[in-house]
């Protein structure tokens, strides 16, 4: 009897040492998960190439950095109220860093101010907000990138005539931007015309409607420029369907494939390309600095190029339109 009882407490003593292992592990998971940076990632909507690539840089710096990385968009990039829930969602859910592409300058700016309010820090990318609590700027120079615009522009229309803008959301920090950068340059040129202004809402049947109806209207419009990935689309197809190609100049941003395409056929004369998988990444690394407490630049500049037939075989030039092809 005495031998059963001791094999019983020796048993209990086992059961109970294991039990305490797995405790232990089992903390020191949670632990091990719980200490692991949380970095939301809010852009303006949820498809388009340039988005992607966006995406594609961030998910690499996550990795490295070790970070999980909730990337989040509304599906229209007009819907800022869409992205001022995804913020408070953040906030509720006591993310470390947030990264924000701020769809509306002004109408971001309380929610940006409230997760600083709550030891949120917050840094730009792509488009800013108008927050004196965001702590860096990650993107293009989007004033530079629409004078760049309007001196190829010139150099293909001359300094007489009328020209188009198909711009995407107006109140977006980049979309303003690059129109005053394009306006600015233009007004030095008294008898080049500014025939018509158009918001597509970054929505490419829009555009491609809204540039069908300008050369409608203006049916000797010499030049176009558009101002983002989805309004370079439907301007481009509507140039291309209505027989205008090579006629009606038209400059792009971004580089998607179909503008690839119609930049080889003549109907793109040049593109203003940004650093998308540049921005992605160093907004992460960057939320990592920033989680951990130390201090960043304000800016970092990532630039953009004109690219066109002439220069787009360029080594450096191939890198930034096909960025994962080693």
């Not at 009882?5 to 998960?33: H, P, Q």
């Not at 992205?83 to 509306?104: R, Y």
């Not at 998988?277 to 953009?304: C, H, K, M």
Request: a negative charge.
């Amino acid at each position: 009897m005495k031998i059963k009882k001791l094999i019983l407490r020796l048993s209990v003593m086992i059961i109970l040492f294991i039990s305490a292992g797995f405790c232990s592990s089992s903390i020191d998971l949670r632990a091990e998960e719980e200490s692991v940076t949380l970095v939301s990632m809010i852009v303006k909507m949820d498809h388009g190439d340039y988005w992607k690539t966006i995406k594609m840089g961030a998910e690499v710096a996550a990795k490295e950095y070790n970070v999980k990385l909730d990337f989040m968009a509304p599906a229209n990039e007009n819907d800022y109220k869409g992205q001022i829930a995804l913020m408070e969602q953040s906030i509720h859910n006591g993310t470390d860093a947030i990264i924000l592409s701020a769809s509306d300058y002004m109408a971001l700016a309380q929610v940006t101010d409230q997760a600083s309010y709550y030891g949120i820090p917050v840094l730009s990318m792509d488009a800013e907000v108008a927050s004196a609590k965001v702590k860096s700027y990650i993107g293009a120079n989007n004033y530079e990138a629409g004078q760049k615009a309007a001196e190829r522009l010139v150099e293909l229309t001359g300094t007489e005539g009328e020209i188009g803008i198909i711009n995407f959301v107006k109140g977006a920090r980049n979309a303003d931007q690059r129109e005053e950068g394009f306006m600015d340059y233009i007004a030095r040129f008294p008898d080049l015309k500014i025939a018509d202004i158009e918001y597509c809402g970054s929505d490419e049947r829009l555009a491609d409607t809204l540039t069908r109806t300008m050369i409608h209207e203006f049916p000797n419009i010499k030049g176009i420029v558009a101002l983002n990935a989805e309004a370079s689309i439907g301007a481009g197809k509507a140039i291309d369907e209505l027989g205008y190609g090579g006629k009606t100049k038209l400059i792009t941003f971004d580089n998607p494939p179909e503008m690839m395409e119609k930049l080889q056929e003549g109907t793109v004369q040049a593109m203003v390309v940004q650093n998308p998988y540049s921005n992605g990444y160093l907004a992460v690394s960057s939320a990592v600095q920033l989680a951990e407490g130390n201090s960043i630049p304000e800016r970092f500049d990532t630039g953009t190029k004109l690219i066109d037939l002439d220069n787009m075989l360029w080594p450096d030039n191939q890198k930034l339109l096909f960025p994962f092809i080693k």
